[in-house]
């Protein structure tokens, strides 16, 4: 079982930046891809980006492809978000996730571990 740990977040103008990390303990992390997944009020779950076991693989959105990018350092045991201009629509609770599959996969249902999730807001 893994612990994940998401930090980063806050409040930041539209057309700017803010980093993610979320920290992984109990287990190391190059045993998960990870996810990112992120959840505005009234609104599902959503699948923001993903990265392989090894970083070698990446996968996103379309509504965030070329704005963020996903990165992991297995020897930290964290993974990144790194999200530029961004919007208002990209205001939510953004959660990291572990999946025990290989896969990029974008499914809620198909990742094992969840962070507790951090807030981005974004004002215009």
């Known amino acids: 079982q893994v612990q994940l740990v998401e930090s980063g977040g806050g409040l930041v103008q539209a057309g700017g930046s803010l980093s993610l990390s979320c920290v992984a303990s109990g287990r190391t992390l190059s045993s998960y891809a990870m996810g990112w997944f992120r959840q505005a009020p009234g609104k599902e779950r959503e699948f923001v980006a993903s990265?392989?076991?090894?970083?070698?693989?990446?996968y996103y959105a379309d509504s965030v492809k070329g704005r963020f990018t996903i990165s992991r350092d297995n020897a930290k045991n964290t993974v990144y978000l790194q999200m530029s201009s961004l919007k208002t629509e990209d205001a939510a609770v953004y959660y990291c996730a572990a999946d025990r599959e290989s896969g990029l996969r974008v499914g809620v249902s198909a990742y094992d571990y969840w962070g507790q999730g951090t807030q981005v807001t974004v004002s215009s």
């Open positions: 990265i392989s076991r090894n970083a070698a693989a990446t």
